[in-house]
Antibody
């Protein structure tokens, strides 16, 4: 069955870095564009980035452009989000999503990132 | 402040119909497809509607989407207590760069 397993979250100090991973199984990962979404505690959804199926097209939200970097390794069915210069307002649950906005949308279970001193 | 505007809350009785509005502009809803997501408490969001008015497999016909100009609407008929959740609209926005934007979410209460 389709699975997206998010990992890599944790507690980090302001200014620090984290690398999130999302491992896919149960479908042909290289056929799909992928998206990172986050949700801060008690808040709404926040779109972060998009990466095409081949990785040659990438978009970022204004809030993370220049600090976060998305990448993928289709040979390892993996999606990554490198997060640098983290701020308290980056505290959230981070989700990877397949085919976000499309008919085959599927969400990972999320990984929690807490930025605090 | 969300780019798309949704009412913070709506409510209706079981069996009734409710609509949730999502207002945007020509750079987003006016020229792009809209998606709707349902988020039950403590769970990841689930896609309800894509391409403005299409339902993924497994989503009941009680849920429908539509768009007129720069506004979109999610309608839910035959309300059930299990529909009590947060609902989000979203679409691409191409005003300055290509980004996906969400509404702030609407809390549906089934009385």
């Amino acid at each position: 069955q389709v699975q997206l397993v998010d990992s890599g979250g944790g507690l980090v100090k302001p200014g620090g870095s984290l690398r999130l991973s999302c491992v896919a199984s149960g479908f042909i990962f290289s056929d799909y564009y992928m998206t990172w979404i986050r949700q801060a505690p008690g808040q709404g959804l926040d779109w972060l980035s998009y990466i095409s199926s081949t990785g040659d097209t990438i978009h970022y939200s204004d809030s993370v452009r220049g600090r976060f970097s998305v990448s993928r390794d289709n040979a390892k069915n993996s999606l990554f989000l490198q997060m640098d210069s983290l701020r308290a307002e980056d505290t959230a649950v981070y989700y990877c999503v397949r085919d976000f906005g499309g008919s085959e949308a599927f969400w990972g279970q999320g990984t929690v990132v807490t930025v605090s001193s | 402040q969300s780019v798309l505007t949704q009412p913070p809350s709506v409510s209706a009785a079981p069996g009734q119909k409710v609509t949730i509005s999502c207002s945007g502009s020509s750079s987003n809803i006016g020229n792009n497809y809209v998606a709707w997501y349902q988020q039950l408490p403590g769970t990841a969001p689930k896609l309800l509607i894509y391409d403005t008015d299409k339902r993924p497999s497994g989503i009941p016909a009680r849920f429908s989407g539509s768009k007129s100009g720069t506004s979109a609407t999610l309608a839910i008929t035959g309300l059930q207590t299990g529909d009590e959740a947060d609902y989000y609209c979203g679409t691409w926005d191409t005003s300055l760069s290509v980004v996906w934007v969400f509404g702030g979410g609407t809390k549906l209460t089934v009385l």
